[in-house]
């Protein structure tokens, strides 16, 4: 079955991850915190991915940056980038490939920051090692990044504790799209700020991406903040992908009911009060199958009636 | 699929005395060294009622003061000015240095961290007990059998709608979401009048938040008891509260009925936090420039949009409520002339103003 519909993005893929496994490695168990994962991102694609703490988005965020550490492990499956492929890769490429080609805003990225720098100095930072710029250059593409994001170029003699934390925020979205990366991992960019500051920065992501062109990957367990600003969707959990779909048609035909809890989780800002059902505590998704496709570009993770009906009992408690 | 619809609950609270009454509270802390006279005002003049049965959401930005406000009705801070009154009694001349057990009896909290808030020690068990013995409400001792404690240990679990066998678990078998409705239960077992509820879903995975929120109406549904929930999440606010109050600065600009308010804000600040909610219904809706001129009207506005009522004028000096659209929706607003303190801004609007291109 052909998938031509998507008017956004061309139909090369930036970044394929495919049948990717990740364990964490324990002297008595293990754990698998991402189990056998597909998803591609085309150019130009925000792509989001949407599930709880614990379900092993960041580890994949973690996996394509190839940031794993010990006890962490790739057990299977690959990730390309671009035709070139990233587990493949050794510290030369590796060094290139991170910031020049994919760059990513950490959970709470504002106190990722040097306190004892200023951010003209860390900003400077990125051009005179990725790029080899002299100082003087670096400072003056430093001012230019900071406009970008509308925070006053003056500010690069500023530290860290002198910005509120939207600007510090803003400041490290800026950092990292410096050297126009064409895929930006955004790992919860905004759940330490404030509901206006977080609006204004989506805003700004938004632009940039409109203006530079990059892919965005990105991570939240705010499913109306996704769904406003991704294309496509995948909704995860305990490590695997139960649907995957255009962020439109997840909104209005959830078809997993993991996916439908997920929605009911977030009660309206208009219309009547109507009572909402959330995910019952104790009910469990387990041996969740692969994917078939229900509706040309949607697919759900096939689930048994029971579990639905758990989750349908639960919420009638 | 058809839902039945919550109804809005107007309890008729105006004929008898609230449940708990905010006076004028103020609170400042001292800033600075020993020999400094430095103050931060984090809470100005705060006025709110809590009627009988009724769900009151304060809602506001991270620094506008609503945790000081839930620390100082719960005794935790002493206020530096005001008079909080727990059915029609001043508590603050009553037992005037700390909270007395009565106080206690009659207000509970339930806080936002429930892994930090059960001691990892003890058995489910152990808090609910504690709890019932302190306040003399289990049955122990000379009032009653262990046969009871059981019963109403029993009982407790099944109304926070966890398994009565969990009594015997530790908090770290349990998901957050059961912790915090076993925090929930602590506060129950005192039987209060009053819960303080300071954002006791945020730290929760979103897919149990909505159960837990829907654990709250049903207590108050069935045992009437009355909730202040603190939020920063105007959904939840909406979802779950009779009536909403935003507070901006250290002060409360608008409250009404919650649907109402969070329909028609009429408040500046309140139409900043409301449009900046994620909603997909309405996306795209991001307008730089209407966000400019908001913030402009938050923070020095030199018109007020009631300024042609007629019962009360507007003031620059005072701050006067406007009331908006019906009096049933007990909806007003605070005037625009009157402007929060230089420097109080609040993190909404420490962002720098966008350029108007």
């Known amino acids: 079955m052909t998938v031509s519909q998507i008017s956004f993005g061309s139909h090369e893929p930036v970044l394929d991850v495919r049948n990717l496994t ?91 920051l040097n306190p004892v720098l200023t951010i003209g100095e860390q900003m400077a930072d990125i051009f005179t090692t990725h790029a080899g710029y002299s100082r003087k250059e670096s400072l003056r593409r430093a001012a230019q990044l900071l406009e970008l994001v509308r925070i006053d170029p003056a500010r690069l003699k500023s530290y860290p504790h002198q910005l509120s934390g939207g600007m510090r925020q803003r400041a490290v979205i800026a950092m990292a799209v410096a050297l126009k990366p064409s895929l930006l991992i955004l790992d919860e960019p905004t759940t330490a700020l404030d509901v206006v500051v977080q609006q204004e920065i989506m805003a700004q992501i938004k632009d940039l991406q409109r203006e530079l062109g990059f892919s965005v990957l990105f991570i939240t367990h705010d499913m109306s903040l996704m769904v406003e600003l991704s294309h496509r969707m995948a ?74 009906a758990a989750v349908l009992e639960g919420a009638a408690q | 699929m058809s839902h039945a619809v919550h109804s809005p609950t107007r309890p008729d609270v105006s004929t008898q005395t609230p449940a708990l009454e905010v006076r004028g509270l103020g609170k400042s802390f001292h800033i600075g060294g020993l020999f400094s006279s430095q103050t931060v005002r984090a809470l100005h003049g705060v006025d709110l009622t809590i009627g009988h049965g009724e769900i009151v959401a304060l809602v506001g930005e ?49 806080f936002q961290d429930p892994f930090g808030s059960l001691n990892p020690a003890h058995r489910v068990e152990h808090f609910l007990r504690r709890s019932l013995t302190i306040h003399g409400k289990g049955g122990t001792g000379q009032r009653g059998s262990e046969e009871q404690t059981r019963v109403r240990l029993e009982e407790l679990m099944t109304t926070v709608g966890l398994q009565p066998d969990m009594l015997d678990s530790y908090p770290h078998e349990l998901s957050g979401g059961q912790r915090q409705r076993v925090s929930i239960a602590r506060a129950l077992a005192v039987e209060p009048n009053v819960i303080l509820a300071d954002e006791p879903t945020s730290m929760l995975d979103v897919s149990v938040r909505i159960g837990v929120l829907n654990l709250m109406r049903k207590l108050r549904d069935e045992q009437g008891i009355s909730m202040l929930y603190i939020t920063h999440d105007l959904a939840s606010a909406r979802y779950l509260a009779d009536r909403t109050a935003v507070m901006f600065a250290g002060e409360i600009v608008e409250e009404g009925e919650s649907l109402d308010l969070l329909a028609n804000p009429a408040h500046p600040y309140t139409q900043l936090l409301v449009s900046a909610v994620p909603d997909p219904a309405r996306a795209g809706s991001y307008d730089p420039i ?29 701050p006067v409520r406007h009331q908006v659209g019906d009096p049933l929706n007990r909806h007003w607003v605070r005037c625009h002339l009157y402007r929060p303190r230089a420097g109080a801004g609040g993190h909404a609007l420490a962002t720098e103003p966008q350029p108007a291109d």
Request: glycine fraction near 8%; hydrophobic fraction near 40%.
């Open chain 1, 22 to 112: 990740v364990q964490y490695i324990g002297d008595t168990r293990s754990t698998t915190a991402v189990d056998n994962v597909s998803f591609s991102i085309r150019a130009g694609e925000v792509f989001g991915l949407a599930g709880e703490s614990g379900c092993g988005k960041s580890t994949i965020a973690n996996s394509i940056m190839r940031l794993l550490k010990d006890p962490a492990k790739i057990a299977a499956g690959s990730v390309s980038f671009g035709g070139k492929d990233v587990l493949a890769m050794n510290q030369d490429e590796l060094r290139r490939f991170r910031w020049q080609d994919v760059a990513m805003v950490f959970q709470s990225a504002m106190n990722s």
């Open chain 1, 235 to 308: 909704v995860m959990y305990g490590g695997r992908i139960v649907e995957t779909a255009k962020a439109h048609d997840i909104y209005t035909a959830p078809g997993h009911p993991y996916t439908q809890a997920l929605m009911g989780a977030f009660p309206p800002l208009t219309g009547p009060r109507i009572p909402l059902k959330g995910l019952p505590d104790g009910v469990k998704f387990r041996n969740i199958p692969d994917l078939a496709e229900v509706a040309p570009g949607h697919f759900v993770a096939p689930f048994d009636a029971d579990a639905e």
């Open chain 2, 62 to 110: 991270s620094g506008s003061g609503k945790s000081t406000l839930a620390r100082c009705v719960a005794r935790l801070e002493k206020p530096s000015e005001g008079a909080i009154l727990v059915d029609g009694v001043d508590v603050l001349k009553r037992d005037r240095f700390q909270a007395s057990r009565a106080f206690r009896a009659q207000l509970q909290m339930v």
């Open chain 2, 290 to 318: 209407h966000r400019a001129q908001l913030r402009q009207a938050v923070m020095a506005s030199t018109t007020c949009a009631f300024e042609h009522d007629p019962d009360r004028r507007c003031s620059s000096e005072e």
